[in-house]
């Protein structure tokens, strides 16, 4: 038993890893291929239509071809259009803006504004009535705000215009975290990231070809754009891979566990971008500032775990979990051990957390995470 739950739990501890490095990595890697000093494709809306066409094309051939997911059928119905169309619009428009960044600041810069998030995300909750006011939380937010006021006063190459879309992409990734709140949650329709692909990836694709048409075709038509298969192709694959490990990771983790893991990628991120590019310099002021912004955040998180808890039944701990599905599994003949599971009141704190993928992704799912 104990060797089944080492185990068990090695192999979660390496899940996380590997969302870790993915995550690190495609942020990374699009800021390479973006960054004018280096493989110099200026194109963000380019592409983020091939991580959107790539991902979905492969999400169709295990929904469809394969059979290895079952999903409901939203194509052409109301719930689609009333519901998908508007989250992919702001999924849409989060990738456009987050990876535009890219080409006027720094990746270290870019995760100190990502510290943003609990407020833009706050804000638009109060806004569209799904949370309320509250002064403890309203603190915490203050305290965020000032830690990235005083990141930004520090930032040697700041840029106005990189700040503007960075920031205009976290509060449309946080539009979108509520929207899927309100829009799919409470209508009892939850999608994991590989089914989040399969529905928003295509419409995304659509709405991003609207300024792809008008800001940057015709820049590719005038200019020498090099266009390397396997760098894009590779590129994509990481984010789609990205994806999936999200999809690992929300099976076999907490919230909490999450949460952590994802503050640990951040300063894994702003300490490996200014060893791969040079120009990403660190000020002292610009640990300060996001030191003070992590530990508003670190409460922030701290308070809606507690809020959610609070208002659900107590669940097993992993071991605990692990135990019941080997007695449950020891006491029948045969029977196949439990798949991934999605504990209810882990739902919206991992999405909350994981979606500034890409981004990432992050895409998709992540990310935030593509």
């Known amino acids: 038993m ?31 291929v973006l960054s004018p000093k280096y493989f110099n494709f200026p194109l963000p809306i380019t592409l983020t239509m091939i991580h ?24 052409y119905t109301a719930l ?57 939380v309203f603190m915490n937010m203050l305290l965020v705000s000032v830690g990235v006021v005083v990141s930004s006063y520090g930032e040697i190459n700041f840029n106005i215009i ?29 999608l994991n990231p590989v089914t989040s692909l399969y529905y928003i990836a295509p419409c995304s694709f659509v709405f991003l070809s609207l300024p792809w048409y008008v800001l940057e075709k015709p820049n590719i038509e005038v200019s020498q754009i090099q266009f390397n298969f396997w760098i894009f192709f590779s590129n994509a694959l990481c ?34 971008s200014t060893v791969i590019f040079p120009e990403s310099t660190i000020t002292g002021l610009n640990i300060i500032g996001y030191a003070i912004a992590l530990v508003g955040v670190v ?28 007695k449950a599994k020891s006491s029948s003949d045969g029977e196949s ?12 704190l991992i999405t909350s957390r994981l979606s500034h993928i890409g981004r990432t992704q992050t895409q998709l799912g992540t990310h935030t995470a593509v």
Request: aromatic share 12%; glycine share 6%; with cysteine.
């Open 52 to 75: 959107m066409g790539f991902s979905g094309f492969v999400a169709f051939l295990l929904i469809r071809v394969f059979k290895v997911f079952l999903v409901q059928h939203l194509f």
């Open 80 to 136: 689609y259009l009333t519901c998908v169309v508007p989250i992919s619009a702001f999924f849409a428009s989060s990738l456009w803006f987050g990876n535009t960044a890219y080409l006027h600041i720094s990746v270290a810069f870019i995760q100190m504004l990502k510290a943003l998030m609990p407020v833009a995300t706050f804000i638009m909750a109060v806004v569209c009535g799904t949370d309320k006011a509250r002064c403890d």
């Open 337 to 348: 051990p439990r798949g991934i599971e999605l504990i209810d009141e882990e739902a919206p």
């Open 2 to 32: 104990a060797k089944m739950i080492n185990k068990t739990l090695l192999l979660t501890y390496t899940y996380l890893l590997i969302y870790i490095l993915l995550s690190s990595g495609v942020i990374l890697y699009n800021k390479w």
């Open 299 to 326: 409460m922030y998180n701290y308070i809606k775990i507690k809020d959610v808890k609070a208002t659900q039944p107590i669940t097993d701990s992993l071991p605990d979990r692990i135990t019941k599905d080997w």
């Open 239 to 272: 984010a789609l891979a990205l994806n999936f490990s999200i999809f690992l990771v929300i099976g076999r983790t907490g919230a909490v566990t999450i949460r952590v893991a994802g503050v640990l990628k951040d300063w894994i991120l702003i300490a490996l």
């Open 162 to 190: 990189g700040t503007v879309y960075q920031v205009t992409g976290i509060f449309a990734e946080a539009l979108r975290l509520v929207l899927t709140q309100v829009l799919l949650q409470k209508k009892g329709l939850t």
